[in-house]
Nanobody
C-alpha cells in the first residue's frame, strides 16, 4: 500500500484547507485510514481517523474544526480543516492500518510522505 498526501500549503489564521490522501496498491485488508501531524521537535500526534464503513474519530484538540471523509471507490481520504490556527502548523501525514480504529501511531502499518501545513498569524 502506498499513500500520497497532498493539499498542504501556507494559509492565514482562520482559513480553511482540505488535505487529500490517495492510496494505491492492495487495499483489501485496510480498515482504517488516518491523519497525524508532527510539528518541529514534537511527537507525532493523532488528528483524525475513519473506518471503511465511515465511522470517524477526532482528536479532542481539534474537534469541531475537522471533517474526515473517504471515497472508497477512489481510495482517497480527505481532511477538511477550518478555522486554522498558527499552532496547527505541522507536517500532516496520512496512515493506514488493518486494525481497528485507533489513535496510536504504532498501530498503523503504512505511512505517506507528509504534506506541510503552515498557518500564519
Amino acid at each position: 500500500v502506498q499513500l500520497q498526501a497532498s493539499g498542504g500549503g501556507l494559509v492565514q489564521a482562520g482559513d480553511s484547507l482540505r488535505l487529500s490522501c490517495a492510496a494505491s496498491g492492495s487495499m483489501v485488508d485496510i480498515n482504517v485510514m488516518a491523519w497525524f501531524r508532527q510539528a518541529p521537535e514534537k511527537e507525532r500526534d493523532f488528528v483524525s481517523a475513519i473506518t471503511w464503513s465511515g465511522n470517524t474519530y477526532y482528536a479532542d484538540s481539534m474537534e469541531g474544526r475537522l471533517t474526515i471523509s473517504r471515497d472508497n471507490a477512489k481510495n482517497v481520504v480527505y481532511l477538511q480543516m477550518t478555522k486554522l490556527k498558527p499552532e496547527d502548523t505541522a507536517v500532516y501525514y496520512c496512515a493506514a492500518t488493518r486494525r481497528g480504529l485507533t489513535n496510536r501511531p504504532g498501530m498503523y502499518d503504512y505511512w505517506g510522505q507528509g504534506t506541510q501545513v503552515t498557518v500564519s498569524s
